[in-house]
């Protein structure tokens, strides 16, 4: 199990995987952080594309192509906006990740790479976060051959030491 996980520090729009998962919004036409920098570096005719989709709902994820990504796809997911932790928010992150694994699957991608989803703008904690992560990416390897690897993908030394320190114990 372990070796289909692994851990890095970097910029996810570089990632040479079938799939990255982005953090967007509701809309779905981009925004900031990792979202703004995947439809950067994707190029102007993703938000074309994503202008189609109409939206996706919290906990939901939609798949459009990776345009000038080395990615072959984007697997656009909504993370829960931090209201304190009591309006269902934890689930809502696990739906996130449960959705974005399935729809690689059904992509038949062998490799993805997911940020830290929720930590940033729409402030979920970040060990909760991480926990979530983790716990199930590893609940659905267990029970699914594809993807074959997940990738957790940390832009800042906070996270990606709360992920290698959760990873290793
Ligand atoms: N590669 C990998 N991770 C990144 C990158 C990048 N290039 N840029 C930022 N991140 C990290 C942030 O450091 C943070 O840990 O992505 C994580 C998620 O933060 P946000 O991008 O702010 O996403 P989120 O908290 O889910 O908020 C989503 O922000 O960008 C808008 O349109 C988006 O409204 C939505 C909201």
């Known amino acids: 199990m372990e070796e289909r996980i692994s851990l890095i520090k970097g910029d996810i729009t570089t990632m040479q995987v079938d799939a990255i998962v982005n953090a967007a919004n509701s809309s779905l036409l981009g925004g ?3 979202d703004g920098a995947i439809h950067k570096a994707a190029g102007p005719g993703l938000a074309e594309i994503c202008r189609l989709l109409g939206g996706c709902e919290t906990g939901e994820a939609k798949v459009t192509p990776g345009l000038h990504l080395p990615a072959k796809y984007i697997i656009h997911t909504v993370g829960p906006v931090w209201k304190g932790g ?9 739906n996130c990740y449960r959705s974005s694994l399935n729809q690689a699957k059904q992509h038949d ?3 993805v790479a997911i940020p830290n989803i929720g930590t940033g703008i729409y402030r979920f904690p970040k060990k909760l976060a991480a926990e979530i992560a983790i716990i199930e990416t590893k609940k659905f390897l267990e029970s699914n051959n ?3 690897t997940v990738t957790f993908v940390c832009f800042s030394d906070e996270n990606f030491n709360i992920y290698r320190d959760l990873l290793d114990s």
Do not use: H, Y
Not at 86 to 94: P, S
């Open 86 to 94: 009591d309006k269902g928010e934890a689930e809502l992150l696990a």
């Open 146 to 148: 594809l993807p074959l």
């Open 109 to 111: 991608c062998k490799t």
């Open 32 to 34: 900031g952080g990792v």
